[in-house]
């Protein structure tokens, strides 16, 4: 199969789990689409993960924003994006702008695999298994105990939750929140 097809196939296969048709895939540099989180689902992740004053958010894979920029208007907590895209960065910066959230949030244009997650208190993803289970020695590696690691609907191999749930999505699929916590 060409690079081109498998692509294609990639964002069939991300789109019908997402809930075809309830959002838009856009292919980019990185190994998975932007398709962005839903605000339920979103607002689910930031509950389950008992995000609370003086966390550090890193949302890994961030698109335009929405995780980062919804955390830090509901909780006033600070934000980092890491996204390979940089049109998808410039996206989030000016909505940050628009929501007035700018000086707590910062986008970078980065491959997730090359960044410093260190400072985060809390983690977001919303990426393919493939993905996770490559960051997940990074993260291993660089969390702190007591860290919050929420995923939408993508497991992270090898890690037990501690809880997961699932969110009303579309007529084809209902989306799953899971938490897991660094020891
Ligand atoms: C499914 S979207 C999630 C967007 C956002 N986190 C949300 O939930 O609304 C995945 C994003 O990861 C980005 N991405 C893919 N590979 C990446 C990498 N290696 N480093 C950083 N971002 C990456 C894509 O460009 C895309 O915007």
């Not at 969390?143 to 999505?169: F, N």
Request: proline residues 5%; negative net charge.
């Amino acid at each position: 199969m060409t690079q081109f097809a498998i692509k294609l196939t990639l964002i069939f296969v991300f789109l019908c789990f997402a809930g075809c048709g309830s959002s838009v895939a856009v292919w980019t540099d990185g190994e998975v689409p932007f398709v962005r989180s839903t605000p339920e689902v979103i607002e689910r992740m930031l509950e389950v993960a008992r995000v609370k004053p003086g966390d550090v958010i890193y949302d890994i894979g961030s698109g335009d924003g929405a995780i980062i920029i919804y955390a830090a208007k509901k909780y006033g907590v600070k934000g980092v994006g890491i996204e390979i895209d940089q049109g998808l960065v410039e996206r989030a910066r000016s909505n940050a702008y628009v929501e007035k959230v700018q000086h707590l949030v910062e986008f970078r244009a980065q491959d997730a695999f090359t960044v410093d997650i260190s400072p985060a208190t809390v983690v977001t993803l919303y990426m393919l298994p493939e993905f996770n289970a490559k960051l997940r020695p990074i993260m291993e590696r660089q969390l702190k105990p007591g860290t919050r690691v929420v995923s939408h609907d993508y497991p992270i191999e090898g890690w037990t939750p501690v809880h997961a749930e699932q969110v009303r999505g579309t007529f084809v699929h209902d989306h799953t929140v899971m938490l897991y916590e660094i020891r």
